[in-house]
């Protein structure tokens, strides 16, 4: 391996990985925000605007999009099966 794919790859281990985004069903949600609490990234916010339940939905900051690891957490947390992990 020459220096420079050394290189190239240290900084690709560095960077985590990230690729992924979720997409969550405004409607179902019911607004407990363990989504929000455990992102480990912090992603998730809480909507300004409720829902048709009249619950304010979590939301994921789409700025953010490249930083989703895909871990599938805010899935497995939600307990509406609100949360869609797409890879
Ligand atoms: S998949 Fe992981 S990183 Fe992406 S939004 Fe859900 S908890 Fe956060
Ligand atoms: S975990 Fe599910 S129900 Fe709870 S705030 Fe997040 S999307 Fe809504």
Redesign the pocket.
């Known amino acids: 391996m020459n220096k420079k794919s050394a290189e190239a790859e240290s900084t690709e281990k560095k960077k985590p990985k990230a690729m992924a985004k979720i997409v ?2 405004r409607d ?9 609490k455990f992102c480990p990234r912090e992603l ?1 916010v ?1 909507s300004e605007e409720h829902n048709k339940q009249g ?1 304010f ?2 939301e994921f900051i789409e700025e953010k999009e490249g930083e989703c690891t895909g871990c599938k957490t ?1 899935a497995i ?7 869609e992990v797409l890879k």
């Not at 179902?28 to 929000?36: E, I, L």
């Open positions: 969550i069903d179902r949600c019911k607004g407990c925000y363990f989504c929000v998730i809480i619950y939905p979590a805010c947390m939600c307990p509406d099966t609100a949360i």
